[in-house]
């Protein structure tokens, strides 16, 4: 599905995704589905929670255990694929990688969107991060209710 569409497959998205219970506490998510040379996830990851090997070319593996969430990998992957993600009671919180202008505000509601460019829900802007070090890249904590935990996977204003 991915080559035809550009979308992953649900099984493709749930296979980047732990089980909830290690989703308890923040968890990398890494959706990167081809073979391609690139490294800044593992070598910016302080806890060597995410493995690509000697052959740069293979897809990242994340060491669940080893993840602590802190998110540095979030604003280092090229391709932005990779979010950070917690389920909460009933609310699961992801931190993405944002690059568009105007960033989100703090307690503003946007829109959730999954993989397809649909709107899902709407998404609680919980905090916006910017600094020198991300290259641009705003890192955007939102949340959103559980039930959309493998569906959503980014914000966008609501029109």
């Not at 996830?41 to 669940?64: D, M, R, V, W, Y």
């Amino acid at each position: 599905m991915l080559n035809k569409t550009g979308v992953p497959s649900k099984e493709q998205v749930l296979s980047r995704f732990p089980d909830n219970v290690a989703l308890l506490r923040p968890k990398a998510i890494l959706e990167c589905y081809e073979d391609i040379p690139c490294n800044p996830c593992s070598t910016s990851c302080p806890f060597n929670a995410i493995e690509i090997g000697e052959n740069i070319n293979k897809q990242p593996k994340l060491h669940t255990d080893l993840c602590t969430g802190c998110g540095l990998c979030v604003p280092s992957c090229p391709g932005l694929a990779i979010v950070i993600a917690q389920i909460s009671g009933e609310h699961a919180v992801f931190k993405l990688p944002y690059e568009f202008l105007p960033h989100p505000k703090k307690g503003e509601i946007w829109d959730g969107v999954n993989r397809s460019g649909d709107v899902i829900c709407d998404a609680v802007i919980e905090h916006v991060l910017v600094t020198n070090k991300q290259d641009h890249t705003a890192v955007v904590t939102a949340r959103v209710p559980v039930s959309f935990l493998h569906d959503f996977v980014t914000v966008r204003v609501k029109r």
